[in-house]
């Protein structure tokens, strides 16, 4: 289907179409832009950005903080590891110790 521009009649002047449209009684002014220069635009972009900013850059230091505080526990977390299963080590040399003497003075005794 070919729509011809042709077969559309203009309209007349803008009159026919203020008598269509209602009065708003001041909307006009509603849809005035509330920022009157470029300048004021820009002023609020960047107050917007930076408060944007702001959080994001303290986001990322809350972030840091908690990075680094699990390295740290994670660092004290291997030096516990590290120091009960020396521990783990020593109790179980002392058991076999121990149960080396028992079973010896067991078979001394028959």
């Known amino acids: 289907m070919q ?8 309209l007349a002047a803008n ?3 203020e008598q269509e449209v209602p009065d708003l009684g001041g909307a006009e ?9 470029d300048q004021e635009l820009a002023s609020l972009i960047r107050s917007v950005g930076m408060t944007s900013i702001t959080d994001i850059d303290d986001l990322v ?3 840091q903080e908690a990075r680094n505080y ?4 994670g660092n004290r977390i291997r030096a516990e590891i590290a120091r009960y299963t020396a ?3 020593a109790a179980s040399a002392s058991v076999k110790i121990i149960f080396d003497a028992v079973r010896a003075w067991r078979t001394a005794d028959h």
């Open 61 to 63: 230091i809350e972030l």
């Open 70 to 73: 699990l390295q740290s526990e």
């Open 29 to 37: 002014q509603l849809s005035a832009p509330m920022i009157e220069s």
């Open 87 to 89: 521990l783990t080590g």
């Open 15 to 17: 009159e026919a179409i």
């Open 3 to 10: 729509i011809e521009l042709s077969n559309f009649q203009p």
